[in-house]
């Protein structure tokens, strides 16, 4: 009897599981428009939502203006097909257990298709499952596809395949991009970027955000009438971490196998730069900067760029404040005439924030490292003057073929080569 009872209510839970799931997801169907409407980008949105036992369907008309792509309004629908767990049935994909999984076509409008891409048919597709543990998997494939623009600009677009998981509250995103390239052509330059292969990993720790990040192409390559530029075998990867200060700490290493230039052949290459301790806000400002530019006339957008610089004077002070340091490690490149070679280390503490903008109070709190080797024929014509200078002053010397340097700096006092330097502040 107690068999029968368990089994009457495991088929009712199949039953009414999923009406309940169909339930919650059209009221969160309808709190995200009431969202989206706030949008200003957003003109207008429409919603009708057909709400079955097992599986629901969700039509979305949506009318967004964004100034930047298109002076008119662009259409999309927005067609999302939800199967309801616990069983979740068929429905042209493979049976499977979950809480819900959410297939949406995204439907652009006909002119903006065909101007796009013929290949990618009517729509763009997502596929997302919701997991019983509250995590989130969703994968978005994309084929091949080529555009010709009124400029006669060409690109290929090869395929890729993207796939995130997250859980719920976001604590955790992962995600690996497999993408196998772009090419494009614009009258005689040629940009190509091979296939590539990426993963991201970031998770809150407490206030915290941890995330690293790994990249790696076989191929880069520029060329037009008078050269081309080739990288073979790029591997970047970093970290980074906001901690409870709201402060960005980071660390970014590349390496290259190999780097062809001029017909000249170089490698390998490589670096790694750590920035500690930029503030949060520093990057929002940088961001705020960007839309500003953004939404400016597109004849305005090169001076507003080139104006940047003199506007990101400002975020000095949040930078010195916050104890920055900047490091540039392992740095080597390898030619024909020899090894390029630096290291780089600034630290600046214990700064009171009245201090900041006195550079005479400043130079008391900067530490700085700097050693740099380089060969002799590296150098440009126009440059050999400043170097016989430098080498008369002691703050270059010279090693057969080679040229090198070492500076430090600490308690004020400046050394080049060992030799006490006076600073201009």
Do not use: C
């Not at 429905?91 to 903006?112: N, Y």
């Not at 075998?233 to 971490?241: D, F, K, Q, S």
Request: hydrophobic fraction near 40%; proline fraction near 4%.
């Amino acid at each position: 009897m107690k068999k029968i009872t368990v089994l009457v209510l495991f088929m009712i839970a199949i039953l009414a599981v999923p009406f309940g799931i169909g339930f919650v997801t059209e009221k969160r169907s309808e709190a995200l428009t009431a969202h989206y409407r706030s949008n200003p980008a957003i003109h207008a949105i429409e919603d009708s939502f057909q709400r079955g036992w097992f599986h629901s369907d969700v039509l979305s008309k949506i009318s967004l203006y964004l100034p930047e792509i298109s002076d008119k309004n662009i259409d999309l629908v927005i067609h999302q097909s939800v199967r309801q767990g616990p069983i979740l049935w068929g429905d042209k994909r493979p049976l499977s257990f979950g809480f819900a999984d959410v297939k949406t076509d995204i439907e652009l409008p006909a002119d903006m298709q065909n101007e796009f891409t013929q290949t990618l048919g009517r729509s763009i597709s997502i596929l997302s499952q919701l997991h019983y543990d509250g995590s989130q998997s969703s994968t978005l494939s994309m084929p091949e596809f080529t555009q010709t623009s009124k400029d006669n600009t060409h690109i290929t677009f090869h395929p890729l395949t993207l796939k995130a998981h997250s859980n719920l509250p976001v604590k955790q995103l992962q995600g690996t991009l497999n993408w196998q390239g772009i090419e494009l052509f614009k009258g005689d330059k040629h940009t190509s970027i091979g296939k590539s292969l990426s993963h991201i990993d970031v998770q809150k720790e407490g206030v915290i955000w941890v995330g690293n990040m790994d990249w790696s192409t076989d191929a880069l390559s520029f060329r037009n009438k008078e050269n081309t530029f080739y990288i073979e075998r790029i591997n970047a990867n970093g970290e980074i971490l906001i901690d409870t200060q709201q402060r960005v700490s980071s660390s970014q290493r590349l390496h290259v196998e190999r780097i062809k230039n001029q017909g000249i052949e170089y490698g390998p290459g490589k670096y790694t730069i750590i920035l500690n301790h930029i503030p949060l806000s520093v990057f929002e400002k940088l961001d705020e900067m960007q839309q500003q530019i953004s939404a400016l006339p597109v004849a305005q957008q090169e001076q507003a760029m080139k104006n940047m610089g003199f506007s990101m004077f400002s975020l000095l002070p949040d930078i010195l404040a916050a104890e920055p340091e900047i490091k540039l490690h392992d740095v080597l490149l390898t030619t024909p005439d020899g090894d390029i070679q630096a290291e780089f280390d600034f630290t600046l503490t214990g700064l009171n924030k009245q201090d900041i903008m006195n550079f005479t109070k400043i130079k008391k709190h900067i530490h700085m490292d700097m050693q740099v080797q380089l060969p002799r024929a590296w150098v440009p014509d126009d440059k050999k003057a400043n170097i016989e200078t430098l080498l008369q002053k002691d703050w270059l010397l010279e090693d057969g073929d080679m040229l090198h340097s070492t500076l430090h700096m600490a308690d004020g006092v400046l050394t080049i080569n060992d030799q006490t330097v006076p600073l201009p502040f």
